[in-house]
C-alpha cells in the first residue's frame, strides 16, 4: 500500500445532514488558495467535492471561519459548516462554549448534549438594503410570481411557500430565482411547505452550488420567514432531504441544533495542489 504523503496540505470532510464540506485549518500557515484551486477541489470527480469549503484562521474569539462556494465564490455565512467546525474546536479545545468571527460577525457556538451541537446565527436581515434587494420594497412578499419572502442570514435567501416541496422541480426551480435580477449577489432558494405550527419541510439550492442535502442558513431564513408570514411559531422542526434540523429565533439571534459528522482526514498531495496554481 502506498504511504500517504503529509508534505501536501491536510484537510478534514465534514457533513450536516448530508451538507458536505471540506475544512481546512490555516492557523499558522498560508493555505495559498485560488479560485482555481478552490473549484478543483470542489469537483466530486477529480477532487475531494464539497458544497461548501470552510478555511479555519486566527480570530478575534476561538477562530475566524471564512467559506467559499463550490464556484470559487465567497459566502458569508454557512450555518452547517460553522456547527461541524464548532464541534470539533469544542473537542480539540474541550470547551462547551465558543465564539466563532466570520464575514456575518461573531457567531456563538454551544454544546447542546446528546453529540448535536448549536449556533446563534444572529438576527435576520429583514430590510431591503441589508439582504441585498435591487430596489426598496417589502421583503414578506417580494414582485415575484408565487410572492416569495426575501431573508438575509449573512447570505441572501428567497423563500417560497409551496402546496408540496417535493413536487418541484428544484434543480430547474432554483437556477432561475438564483440569478433574478431583485438580487444583485444572487441568492440561495428555498421551496417550503408548512406541515403544522412548528414544522416545516423544506427543499433547498444553494447559489454556486446547486441543489443540497441541507442548509443551516436557509433552514434559518425559512423559519424566519414563516415566523414573519404568521404560518408558525418561532420554534420550528424543518425536515430537509439529508434530515432534520431545529431553528429557534430567540431575542438573541437565530439559533440552529442539529447533528454533524467528520467522516474522514486527508491531505491534498503536493501534485494535485501544484497542478491547480
Not at 430547474?172 to 414544522?199: K, W
Request: proline share 5%.
Amino acid at each position: 500500500m502506498d504511504q500517504v504523503d503529509h508534505t501536501g496540505l491536510p484537510f478534514f470532510k465534514m457533513h450536516g445532514l448530508g451538507n458536505d464540506f471540506v475544512v481546512l485549518d490555516g492557523r499558522g500557515r498560508d493555505l495559498g488558495l485560488t479560485p482555481a484551486l478552490i473549484m478543483a477541489i470542489a469537483d466530486r470527480h477529480r477532487g475531494i467535492g464539497f458544497d461548501q469549503l470552510a478555511v479555519i484562521s486566527q480570530g478575534m474569539g476561538d477562530a475566524h471561519l471564512t467559506f467559499y462556494n463550490a464556484d470559487g465564490s465567497t459566502s458569508a455565512a454557512c450555518g452547517n459548516a460553522t456547527r461541524c467546525i464548532a464541534r470539533h474546536l469544542m473537542d480539540e479545545s474541550g470547551k462547551a462554549r465558543l465564539e466563532l468571527s466570520t464575514a456575518r460577525g461573531a457567531l456563538v457556538a454551544v454544546d447542546a448534549g446528546g453529540g448535536l451541537t448549536s449556533v446563534n446565527m444572529g438576527q435576520p436581515q429583514l430590510d431591503w438594503a441589508e439582504i441585498p434587494l435591487a430596489e426598496a420594497m417589502d421583503t414578506l412578499e417580494l414582485p415575484i410570481e408565487g410572492g416569495p419572502v426575501a431573508t438575509g442570514m449573512g447570505n441572501p435567501h428567497c423563500t417560497f411557500f409551496v402546496a408540496d416541496a417535493e413536487a418541484v422541480p428544484l434543480a430547474q426551480f432554483g437556477p432561475r430565482y438564483e440569478h433574478h435580477p431583485l438580487y444583485p449577489e444572487r441568492t440561495n432558494v428555498q421551496v417550503a411547505t408548512v406541515i403544522g405550527p412548528d414544522h416545516i419541510r423544506m427543499r433547498v439550492w444553494e447559489r454556486g452550488v446547486g441543489v443540497t442535502l441541507a442548509s443551516g442558513s436557509s433552514s434559518c431564513a425559512t423559519a424566519v420567514a414563516a415566523a414573519r408570514r404568521g404560518l408558525t411559531g418561532r420554534a420550528v422542526r424543518v425536515d430537509l432531504d439529508g434530515g432534520t434540523i431545529h431553528v429557534d429565533w430567540r431575542e438573541d439571534g437565530v439559533w440552529m441544533t442539529g447533528e454533524t459528522a467528520h467522516v474522514a482526514s486527508g491531505v491534498f498531495t503536493p501534485a494535485f495542489l501544484a497542478a491547480q496554481r
